[in-house]
């Protein structure tokens, strides 16, 4: 199983297409023993300053693995954030999604406790309290994507004084941090990719929209297809998923009965992510091989759906054939 980063808590899966009876959970992120969850309790907001910051001596352009000197004296007990590359694009709000490539290492000893350039795949993180140690929510928000940000997090906004041990971060370490902001991502986010033709009469038309609302699903008035339907909408260039993966969406749930809408992350103004291990089959092999920017219409028969043992509540009668729109913003 791929390390995940140690920064996080574990996303949380997405209870409608939770998989049901005796699917194997060995590799999904919610039991990755290799993350560590940020303290809960509530610091107040730091005094944000701009130093001082040790050098960054080599890696210097965005999106490098960067070397980062030894602090020099003693940290700042405040927050120091200073923008080394200035990028140009969307602002990064707090509770966004964020897409970065980072390094993080302790002041006193320059050890580095955790990367994501030598995994070559980005971290894609909630900037939301108990997702994140609260130093990153604090020095990112009002970033734009495409800047290089370092800062200083005492341990107020880092661990806390029970520190990380697996990471070997002690109570009294202040962590330093080089983030490569990629791309940002909330409830307004739509797939980028090119529009693909809709010919097939039989299946379901999907809207091409991309201004974050919800696209329509038109169902036909046919019979449901008996195998499971995985095809472009809108074809993103991204990088493929793969069936280990996890993905941040947008998604809109329709029965092909009726075409009523029994889930939507637009409907609850909230992106979703989790594993592709951890939902109903016909999410899993729908969404593998997909790029990331695309849209995808997904039909799943029963017996690659809930059967005849659909979540409570849901409004999904048994052996019904399930029509979804999704929206594939990352891969995490």
């Known amino acids: ?30 039991n990755a023993s290799d993350s560590a969850s940020p303290d809960a309790s509530a610091a107040p907001p730091p005094k944000i300053v701009d130093g001082p910051l040790p050098a960054i ?55 580095v406790f955790d990367n994501s350039y030598d995994r070559k795949t980005p971290l894609v993180i909630q900037l939301a309290q108990g997702s994140i140690i609260d130093g990153w929510r604090y020095a990112l928000t009002g970033k734009k994507t495409g800047s290089r940000v370092q800062f200083s997090v005492p341990p107020t906004w880092g661990y806390g ?29 739509s797939a980028t990719g090119k529009k693909v033709a809709q010919d097939d009469a039989a299946l379901p038309k999907v809207g091409t929209n991309t201004d974050g609302k919800a696209p329509s699903i038109e169902v036909p008035k046919a019979d449901a297809p008996k195998k499971l339907v995985a095809e472009y909408v809108l074809e993103g260039d991204g990088a493929e998923v793969g069936a280990q993966d996890s993905v941040l969406v947008q998604y809109e749930g329709v029965l092909w009965d009726g075409g009523k809408e029994f889930d939507s992350t637009y409907a609850r103004k909230q992106l979703t992510s989790f594993s592709l291990q951890q939902v109903v089959k016909g999410w899993a092999q729908g969404l593998t091989g997909k790029k990331v920017g695309s849209r995808v ?36």
């Open 1 to 30: 199983m791929r390390r995940r980063s140690l920064l996080i808590a574990v996303p949380a899966g997405l209870a409608t297409l939770a998989a049901c009876g005796d699917s194997d959970d060995s590799g999904s992120s919610s």
């Open 57 to 111: 001596t080599a890696g210097t352009k965005f999106d490098e693995k960067p070397t980062v000197a030894k602090g020099s004296g003693e940290p700042s007990k405040d927050l120091a954030v200073k923008t080394v590359i200035a990028g140009g694009g969307k602002a990064v709000a707090e509770n966004d999604f964020v897409s970065a490539n980072y390094l993080g290492q302790v002041w006193q000893s320059a050890k």
């Open 161 to 189: 004084e029970q520190g990380n041990e697996q990471a070997g971060i002690k109570g009294d370490d202040t962590l330093v941090f080089v983030v490569d902001v990629q791309d940002t991502f909330n409830a307004k986010s």
């Open 297 to 332: 219409l997904i039909v799943i028969p029963p017996d690659l759906g809930y059967g005849d043992s659909p979540p409570e509540g849901s409004g999904i009668e048994k052996d019904s054939t399930l029509v979804f729109s999704v929206d594939i913003l990352a891969k995490m």
